[in-house]
């Protein structure tokens, strides 16, 4: 079954601890995207990485960072989780522009 | 960079009505654009998308979308609608010759009632 995965749906942990949530796709797409939601605010875009190696901001970047090392894992580390990180994280990927675009089942984050 | 205002954050029709649910965007270029529909508890599942062409498109559930872009609009329509149709509409634009950096509105949500 075609999907993208993420790990874990749900956290709870306080600030400064260091953490990673994984993302995962099996469609062998070379686009895949982080994102998170607020109420409110929609979904910002976080990173984007068009392919293995090549990583690029979208319009929230501060405080995160991503890697690329394999086509089908894009995970999101939160270096030093601040309580305004406290959200809602959606993983995507695609293969092409005129693809569509397909997203994990979300990871609600909650920093203390 | 580019923008979406959705204006409506909270909509009601009664089931069987036509909706309309409005998007507005900014962008320098020829956009792309996409709806979008998430369910309560649920990611997100594409509706339809624009990149060129027929500025009418169709999308799934019967959901349908015009480009104008004179008025710098994208607006989704939906000549009857269901129950479960129920959900949060988000529109978003896309940057970039990949469409690579996409921009969503805030989200309209729609109540239908029986």
């Known amino acids: 079954e075609a999907q993208v995965t993420q790990n874990p749906r749900y956290l709870i942990t306080v600030t400064g601890k260091k953490l990673t949530v994984t993302c995962s796709q099996n469609?062998?797409?070379?686009?895949m995207s982080w994102y998170r939601q607020d109420p409110g605010l929609g979904l910002r875009q976080i990173y984007y990485s068009m392919n293995v190696e090549v990583t690029d901001k979208g319009d929230v970047p501060e405080g995160y960072k991503v890697s690329r090392k394999e086509k089908r894992n894009f995970p999101l580390i939160l270096e030093s989780p601040s309580p305004n990180q406290t959200s809602l994280y959606f993983c995507?990927?695609?293969?092409?522009?005129?693809?569509?675009?397909?997203f994990g089942p979300g990871t609600r984050l909650t920093v203390l | 960079a580019q923008s979406v205002t959705q204006p409506d954050i909270h909509i009601t029709v009664s089931e069987g009505a036509s909706l309309e649910l409005r998007c507005n965007y900014s962008?320098?270029?020829?956009?792309?654009l996409f709806w979008y529909v998430q369910s309560p508890g649920q990611g997100l599942q594409l509706l339809l998308k624009?990149?060129?062409?027929?500025?009418l498109v169709q999308g799934i559930k019967g959901f349908e979308a015009e480009f104008k872009r004179s008025q710098s609009s994208f607006n989704l329509r939906k000549p009857s609608v269901h129950w479960s149709d129920a959900a949060e509409y988000f529109c978003?634009?896309?940057?970039?010759?990949?469409?690579?950096?996409?921009?969503f509105g805030t989200g309209t949500r729609l109540q239908v009632t029986l």
């Open positions: 978003a634009v896309g940057a970039g010759g990949t469409a690579s950096k996409l921009t």
């Open positions: 469609m062998n797409h070379e686009y």
């Open positions: 624009y990149f060129s062409g027929d500025t």
């Open positions: 995507a990927s695609r293969r092409f522009l005129t693809d569509t675009q397909y």
């Open positions: 962008y320098g270029a020829t956009p792309y």
